[in-house]
């Protein structure tokens, strides 16, 4: 059974950098075709897909984040991490990690394979 787990600061001031780690226990990142997601979920809204690192170690973004995210990987920890700069009071949500076996950008609970629990993300002064 693969497990998901994030980790992170819980709470960022704005205009910093906001880093978020998912560890995964039961299954590698590096097997083939599985893709390894960042989603979140803004209050009153849908889910929305942030980004991704492949099991290539390829990595894609949102349109609408892609100037201030990154992903990137640890295998020797089988972890990946989002980095999201210049937060704001807006970024203020749950963050989810979960896994696909192919690139989702639009999808929906049922489509991702494995999730985390989630963390809150608060940004505020």
């Known amino acids: 059974q693969v497990q998901l787990q994030e980790s992170g600061p819980g709470l960022v001031k704005p205009s910093q950098t906001l880093s978020l780690t998912c560890t995964v226990s039961?299954?590698?990142?590096?097997?083939?075709?599985?893709?390894w997601n960042w989603i979140r979920h803004p209050p009153g809204k849908g889910l929305e897909w942030m980004g991704a690192?492949?099991?290539?170690?390829?990595?894609y973004y949102s349109p609408f984040l892609k100037s201030r995210t990154s992903i990137s990987r640890d295998t020797s920890k089988n972890r990946f991490t989002q980095q999201l700069g210049s937060v704001t009071p807006e970024d203020t949500v749950v963050c989810y990690c979960?896994?696909?076996?192919?690139?989702?950008?639009?999808?929906?609970?049922?489509?991702?394979?494995?999730w985390g629990q989630g963390t809150q993300v608060n940004v505020s002064t």
């Open positions: 979960a896994s696909s076996q192919r690139l989702i950008t639009i999808g929906t609970i049922t489509e991702y394979e494995y």
């Open positions: 039961g299954g590698s990142i590096t097997t083939n075709y599985y893709y």
């Open positions: 690192i492949a099991y290539s170690c390829s990595s």
